[in-house]
């Protein structure tokens, strides 16, 4: 499955973004998604997840200031990001989990928060 991310940019810290991650094919299976960002000279860490029945998992740095969700009509995974902080600032990664070792992963879209 391919994976086109969108939705980054700059924002003030503060700020809001949503970022989408829509697949080339159904979703509705893929066992679990997820987003992920890399920072410079940092490796790439969890953001949030999301499995095949909703259930969510959250990096304790971003917990209760970002949501994930999934809209399987639309082959989509949101991450909607609020009370965005410079330490936010990071290249955001859409990946799809199918098993051990399988995975996919979309482009990468930048966020760039501003202090």
């Known amino acids: 499955v391919q994976l086109q991310a969108s939705g980054g940019g700059l924002v003030q810290a503060g700020g809001a973004r949503r970022l989408s991650c829509t697949g080339s094919?159904?979703?509705?299976?893929?066992?679990?998604m997820g987003w992920y960002r890399q920072a410079p000279g940092k490796q790439r860490e969890l953001v949030a997840s999301?499995?095949?029945?909703?259930?969510?998992n959250y990096a304790d740095s971003v917990r209760g200031r970002f949501t994930i969700s999934r809209d399987n009509a639309k082959n989509t995974v949101y991450l909607q990001m609020n009370s965005l902080k410079p330490e936010d600032t990071a290249v955001y990664y859409c990946?799809?989990?199918?098993?051990?070792?399988?995975?996919?992963w979309g482009q990468g879209t930048q966020v760039t928060v501003s202090s």
């Open positions: 999301i499995t095949s029945r909703s259930s969510t």
């Open positions: 990946n799809a989990h199918i098993a051990d070792g399988w995975d996919y």
């Open positions: 094919r159904s979703i509705f299976s893929i066992n679990e």
